[in-house]
DNA sequence: AAGACGGGGGG
DNA sequence: CCCCCAGTCTT
């Protein structure tokens, strides 16, 4: 049998219930495809139905404020993926006029749409033949042939990008592409795939030459660097300082303590006498630790984190622009990064 | 071509 | 601790 029918007919069998397989709406289809952009499905899942509920079409996910998509967005990451949802989402009501399109060459232009979701999204709700090429056909992909070109070079991505169009079944390519990333998810997986069970296990190369845990191959990154956050914690009667971030760094757009960063860990001590604290909060302030630090991992970064309760004596306004009073009872409508919406959970419940 | 961008889960 | 996840954008 030919690899397409394979998989399609192994898909038949052992494919999950996910909800976003029950709908040819390419509206639909996009979200839950941008939602999955390096998401596990367990965890998209509840964000997947919170955005279908508040935007049931393209046209109310284009009228909402940017603020309000990136709070319902708030702990799933990547939030450049909400920011441009939303730029995506008014071009489709400016451009299409509110119909969201179906084809690759029309999805390919739309903001966070690369070549992956675009062809996610024209075959699933079209049947368009294209490919779609993710982590989990990569890796189908690399074992099955026995590739040890890396997947994140150049060569690689042409090379597998090359093979996957090769391989696509033309008559039922939405079939095929869910098929093979559910191989891949479900049987094909990274660590301890059930080979003995397979039905690739006769023609799958990595197999036969038993490197399947050496495949795929990976070109690993930079390491990540280590950053000093320092969070004050500035209440005045029932509204507490905050900060909203700016572009360029991590959390763009999003809410946060205000903040003072320090190329080293300091303890309180030592960050009182440092020049910034007392431009923003005067000389000589008296600076109490809260909490921290804690260690919060991001892709690049390594954030150690201190919090730090301060009491002001003059209402801290104009010393950084950013830095606003906000109402106890509205911090729930700003979205925050994970970091700062934890610390607020555990400290500042009364 | 290489880095940056979150957060969670598993070994 | 390291790797991976239904990737995309920027430099």
């Known amino acids: 049998m030919a690899f397409s029918d394979e998989i399609i007919t192994w898909y038949n069998q052992h494919k999950r219930d996910l909800p976003w397989r029950h709908t040819r709406n390419p509206y639909v289809i996009w979200l839950s495809e941008v939602i999955l952009q390096q998401t596990r499905v367990e965890q998209g899942l509840p964000y997947f139905y919170r955005f279908l509920t508040h935007y049931p079409d393209v046209i109310s996910f284009a009228g909402a404020p940017e603020e309000e998509i990136l709070l319902h967005w708030q702990g799933l990451g990547y939030y450049s993926r909400a920011r441009n949802m939303h730029k995506a989402a008014k071009a489709v009501v400016a451009e299409y006029d509110g119909i969201f399109p179906k084809k690759y060459e029309d999805l390919i232009r739309l903001k966070g749409v690369g070549e992956y979701t675009a062809a996610a999204v024209a075959s ?32 690689g991505k042409k090379l597998f990008l090359g093979l996957a169009d090769d391989l696509l079944d033309k008559v039922n390519p939405g079939l095929y592409n869910q098929a093979v990333m559910e191989f891949g998810a479900i049987q094909c997986k990274p660590k301890h795939p059930d080979c003995a069970n397979c039905v690739l296990r006769l023609d799958c190369r990595a197999l036969a030459e038993r490197r399947v845990n050496q495949l795929p191959v990976k070109i690993k990154g930079k390491a ?107 911090l729930g409508t700003l979205a925050k990064p994970k970091l700062i919406y934890s610390f607020l959970e555990e400290y500042m419940v009364e």
């Open 224 to 330: 990540s660097r280590n950053r000093y956050f320092n969070y004050f914690v500035v209440t005045m009667g029932d509204r507490l300082l905050m900060n909203k971030r700016g572009t360029g760094d991590i959390w763009e757009n999003l809410y946060e303590l205000p903040l003072i960063e320090t190329p080293y860990l300091m303890d309180v001590r030592e960050l009182a006498s440092i020049q910034e604290v007392a431009e923003c909060f005067g000389k000589g302030a008296d600076l109490r630790l809260v909490a921290g630090p804690v260690k919060h991992v991001l892709s690049h970064q390594n954030l150690f984190a201190q919090f730090i309760a301060i009491d002001v004596q003059d209402e801290i306004i104009g010393k950084k622009m950013k830095w606003n009073y906000v109402f106890m009872k509205d």
């Open 124 to 155: 699933f709700a079209a049947n368009e033949a294209k490919a779609v090429v993710d982590g989990n056909v990569f890796r189908v992909l690399a074992r099955y042939f026995g590739i040890d070109e890396p997947i994140n070079s150049s060569k």
